[in-house]
């Protein structure tokens, strides 16, 4: 079934109203029908099943059948603190952490970083990142579309991690992987979670000296040397794995 997003001012009483991009891709893509049915997200945690009612040329009207609170979101929202990486990686980045339940995406200019973005190209690349985001949230069945924030610089990533519950960092010269159970399993449903990851040279020492000035704690992902697309995704499946086990008292 076929899932979209709306902004709440297009949600009325008993219908709801398709517009933008969308029209043509229900019209001309997909060439749904009338009677077929669709799931819609208002983006504030609520949930329809609809039925196509009309085509219009600006717009597709939706009757609603059933309205729900959306049950495709972590009890936990969670912010990956992402170092700049090379070439497309972010896009994968951005794709496969709202697939697995991400909250927010923050792209961060770190000191090994090779990729210097100027405002002008920032703001380009976090409008594709965003359009990305969207297109696997409707992809993934998301109850929200997760926002990439605009680059920030290190020292605006720790600040923002200040007003979070635990903020994790995967590094090679952390404790071992009991140490990173201990933490896991200490999480609990409704705390805010960071993660930071570095860029494809790692942190700079002084970095994870001053992450560990702000209490977020060093995590080994194990003895491998993991790359930075690969490291965030790791730990965000871990705990997704924990919290759904957690709320589900398994």
């Known amino acids: 079934m076929q899932h979209f997003f709306v902004d709440a001012s297009q949600v009325s009483e008993e219908t709801i109203r398709i517009e933008g991009t969308d029209v043509n891709h229900m019209k001309n893509v997909l060439r749904m029908r009338i ?7 208002d983006g504030q945690g609520k949930e329809y099943l609809c039925q196509v009612l009309d085509f219009e040329e600006e717009q597709v009207q939706l009757k609603i059948v059933e309205t729900k609170a959306s049950d495709a979101e972590l009890p936990s929202k969670i912010y990956l603190f992402q170092g700049l990486p ?12 709202v697939e697995l339940g991400i ?9 090994r970083c090779v ?36 680059v920030k610089t290190y020292k605006e990533a720790l600040e923002m991690a200040k007003d979070l519950d635990v903020v994790l960092v995967p590094y090679e010269c952390a404790e071992g992987m009991d140490h990173t159970k201990e933490l896991i399993q200490s999480i609990k449903p409704g705390q805010s979670v960071g993660i930071f990851i570095g860029p494809e040279g790692g942190f700079e020492e002084a970095e994870i000296e001053q992450a560990m000035e702000q209490e977020i704690i060093p995590v080994s ?30």
């Open 35 to 41: 009677g077929e049915k669709v799931t819609v997200s």
């Open 86 to 97: 090379k070439q497309e990686k972010m896009e994968l980045i951005v794709q496969k952490c």
């Open 103 to 111: 909250y927010a995406v923050v792209p961060v200019s770190m000191k």
């Open 115 to 150: 990729v210097k973005l100027d405002a002008k190209k920032g703001a380009k690349k976090v409008e594709r990142w965003n359009t990305i985001a969207a297109s696997a949230a409707k992809q993934s069945g998301r109850g929200i579309v997760p926002e990439v924030m605009s």
């Open 221 to 250: 992902l194990g003895k491998r040397i993991l790359r930075t697309e690969t490291a965030g995704l790791t730990i965000l499946s871990i705990l997704m794995y924990h919290l759904e086990c957690e709320i589900h008292n398994l």
